[in-house]
């Protein structure tokens, strides 16, 4: 078990340098010729990460999404419960109407982030399966 967890710090503490190496280099080879910015060095370019880290993911992890609504509730979701089994068809129909004009930006929404899309739903396959949860 020890050997695991300092197997996962090293291979952690490696991937962070590599990260930091390439935000370093990424930097310096475009933003200084392209904005007048200064170069950085690797500790720079690590704090960076962690300035990054801070600002998109917030302090508890989650990607963000804890704070945002994401663990507590899945709005549409409730909003597909709360619709009749006409209110679905016509969802559906607009759904796929949608995906065909996006081709597989549109399709890339379906299931509610699952990837299966609309095509194979029905109102009662979903009430069976929220039955089950």
């Not at 709360?82 to 559906?92: I, L, S």
Request: charge should be positive; charged fraction near 25%.
């Amino acid at each position: 078990m020890k050997k695991h967890i300092v197997k996962f710090v090293c291979g952690a503490i490696v991937a962070i340098a590599i990260f930091s190496a390439l935000v370093m280099l990424l930097w310096n080879a475009l933003l200084p010729s392209i904005f007048g910015l200064a170069h950085i060095s690797f500790w720079q370019a690590l704090g960076l990460l962690v300035l990054a880290r801070l600002f998109f993911s917030g302090f508890g992890g989650g990607h963000g999404r804890k704070f945002a609504g994401g663990f507590e509730k899945n709005h549409l979701r409730e909003k597909w419960r709360k619709m009749t089994p006409e209110e679905r068809k016509e969802f559906v129909k607009t759904y796929q109407h949608f995906g065909q004009h996006f081709g597989e930006f549109g399709r890339g929404f379906g299931g509610f982030g699952r990837g299966r899309g609309f095509k194979n739903c029905s109102s009662d396959e979903n009430d069976k399966q929220e039955k089950q949860d």
